[in-house]
């Protein structure tokens, strides 16, 4: 048997072994990419198996996360901080081998992957990152960024939306640092993919602008070296590579769809192990596989320190570029007070303008801001004024046209901020915001600050219908763990809110409105803690009103109102409820009222998180059911938003 060969069934038993030992996971394609992956790390990828300081790795996506033991073995062998031990606990809490890879977890996990087809769009964003980062610092005689992206996916991710629509993004933007490895076995779960999928995959990439390379034998090393090579010499757009494979190669249960998710038992191990010719001992690797694999290892160091020194070289030629690269690269606390001041001079301004005011600004002075839109920037106004459109002729462009792609623009997003450098925002209308959440979600599990802007915040859209006016959506943002939610009534309250995002671990949801607000007796460092008091009655309080974003300033007129009959009224504004509950308790509470039964919750939503806040006799004023075309005050009055409304529910609770 030649070293190849006994390296791929190596990584091949060792993969069937660690399902087995947990008793848990995908066999079958684990076990019939072997070949694929072998070759990738044995010939093309660039890696380093000492963590993510080598800017110019090159990133390998796993789109197909469930094949992580296939990915954890390979690494092992070839090196990386992943023991035997550590396969022995796959799927095991707490263990650096997790049912599917996770970023920040396992050594040489790029990017969180499991939910199929995402991966590609991460991949579209790391393609893009490198290509931004390439433009701005590569110079002819010096490329410090020249790394590829490669991702490797299956059938089920190409049938997967997200992955449909980067990928045609990613051929319109000609990305030829990007090569998809598809791992074409036609099996899924529930039986043989041409059971719901029948489409000519060669025909409908070409028609997106990709290259495309068949490999016909996906389980034959050369064949499968030599598409991956042929690759990479693609100059003017993304390439798929093509490979037949066989699922559940070499089991008993191979070609069939339960060895999708089916372990082996001991008996079918020893017999697939004798199958492959290779030793029945217990997770063992080999001496000359070790040592065959040590090769590309040894290789990738020295890619690596030739790298470094060429880094070195070029601070002292290009001392003003390595500088630039310096501050792109160092990722600060920003005080966006001390940079915006008092340049924003309006009494009255929506929060899409006073965004977009504040989001030029930020990128005047920071050049690694970048993002887009879906398609509705003219609307949104999250767009960098002077910043270009990137595009294939302009990689220096910092605004990306997206496309009607929401969900794939939020996961490509996570792409461009998990590469290096670079400060991500997306946007669209807060009714699609539905159309990413698993993207966002994704967001959320790998700690990426990403700046998620979303306007048309509530029934106030008005004449386009409740199709496009935003119901549930601030109560699904606020169930979602590790995600900031900030909905602002003012511009200050709004860089509170930036700072809030830009200095935090988390994605942050902009909620923003499409009508003008005004300006109010707010600070910035009082908007910092996420909810404050607003305005206040002298004495005993009678009346507590909470609320976020256009409804402050209802609010603040219930509060005028009560105050003609002697009720002495708080006005609470919380523009980010997250950050408020990360305040002491005692800040908390006097901010809260405890004490003072009436308390009033008014926001524009089906939100029932404020049931926390009003206590036993308090009432929430919120929308539960859809809304109707109509003018936006109009429609907002009907239902129940007006003081003469509030006024009648708060007197009930006061009797």
Not at 184 to 194: A, E, H, L, P, Y
Not at 444 to 464: K, R
Request: net charge positive.
């Amino acid at each position: 048997m030649k070293i190849e060969q006994k390296c791929i069934n190596t990584a091949r038993a060792i993969s069937a072994e660690t399902i087995t030992n947990a008793n848990s996971g995908h066999t079958g394609s684990s076990v019939g990419a072997a070949t694929i992956m072998f070759a990738l790390f044995k010939d093309h990828l660039t890696f380093s198996i000492n963590g993510t300081h080598f800017l110019n790795r090159d990133r390998f996506v796993l789109s197909a996360g469930h094949l992580c033991p296939l990915l954890y073995t390979i690494e092992h062998m070839f090196g990386f901080p992943i023991t035997i031990d550590d396969l022995k606990q796959y799927r095991k809490y707490g263990s650096i081998t997790p049912g599917h890879p996770h970023y920040g977890e396992t050594p040489g996990v790029e990017v969180s992957t499991g939910p199929l087809g995402q991966g590609i769009a991460n991949a579209v964003g790391l393609a893009i990152a490198q290509s931004v980062l390439a433009e701005r610092f590569n110079v002819l005689d010096d490329p410090i960024f020249s790394n590829k992206t490669y991702v490797l996916a299956g059938d089920g991710c190409l049938m997967e939306g997200v992955a449909l629509e980067a990928i045609s993004l990613a051929g319109n933007l000609k990305l030829n640092n990007l090569i998809l490895l598809y791992d074409r076995n036609s099996i899924t779960i529930d039986g043989n993919v041409s059971k719901s999928n029948s489409e000519d995959v060669k025909l409908k990439f070409e028609a997106q602008g990709w290259n495309v390379i068949i490999c016909k034998n996906g389980n034959n090393y050369r064949s499968v070296t030599k598409a991956i090579s042929k690759a990479k010499q693609s100059s003017t757009k993304p390439t798929i590579v093509i490979f037949d494979t066989v699922i559940g190669y070499g089991t008993k249960y191979e070609g069939l769809p339960e060895i999708h998710g089916k372990p082996l038992n001991e008996e079918e191990l020893k017999l697939y192990k004798n199958y492959l010719m290779v030793d029945e001992e217990n997770f063992a690797v080999p001496e000359d596989v070790k040592q065959f694999c040590k090769i590309s290892t040894d290789r990738n160091y020295e890619i690596e320190m030739d790298w470094r020194r060429k880094v070195n070289l070029y601070s002292k030629t290009n001392p003003e570029l390595y500088k630039q690269l310096m501050q792109f690269l160092e990722i600060k606390p920003i005080d966006v007070e001390k940079i915006v001041g008092n340049k924003i001079k309006d009494k009255k301004i929506s929060g899409r303008e006073a965004n977009n005011k504040i989001l030029n600004i930020l990128a005047e002075k920071y050049p690694n801001i970048i993002g887009g839109c879906a398609d509705v920037a003219a609307s949104t106004k999250a767009f960098i004024e002077d910043g270009g459109i990137y595009s294939a002729e302009n990689r220096r462009g910092r605004n990306i046209m997206f496309g009607v792609r929401e969900h794939a623009m939020a996961a490509i997003a996570n792409g461009i901020k998990l590469y290096a450098g670079l400060r991500v925002f997306v946007s669209t209308f807060f009714v699609f915001s539905n159309y990413l959440l698993p993207a966002l979600r994704m967001s959320a599990l790998m700690n990426q600050e990403i700046l998620y802007f979303f306007t048309h915040d509530s029934l106030l859209v008005g004449e386009d219908g409740e199709t496009h006016q935003p119901i549930e959506h601030l109560g699904c943002l606020r169930q979602i763990p590790n995600v900031n939610v900030c909905r602002p009534c003012d511009v200050k309250e709004l860089i509170a809110c930036y700072n809030i995002a830009l200095n935090s671990n988390k994605p942050t949801c902009f909620i923003l409105s499409k009508q003008d607000l005004p300006e109010q007796k707010s600070t910035v460092e009082q908007a910092n803690k996420g909810g404050y008091v607003l305005e206040r009655d002298s004495g005993k309080i009678n009346l507590v009103l909470y609320a976020t974003g256009s409804e402050v300033e209802l609010a603040l007129s219930v509060k005028k109102e009560m105050n003609k009959s002697n009720i002495k009224v708080a006005v609470v504004s919380f523009p980010c409820l997250e950050e408020f509950e990360n305040q002491s308790e005692q800040y908390k509470n006097s901010v809260l009222f405890k004490e003072v039964k009436a308390r009033i919750a008014i926001e524009a939503s089906s939100d029932t998180i404020w049931y926390k806040y009003i206590g036993e006799k308090g009432k929430i004023i919120n929308v539960t059911k859809f809304g109707k075309s109509g003018r936006g005050p109009d429609v907002y009055k009907k239902y129940g938003f007006s003081v003469a409304n509030i006024k009648k529910e708060i007197l009930k609770i006061l009797k």
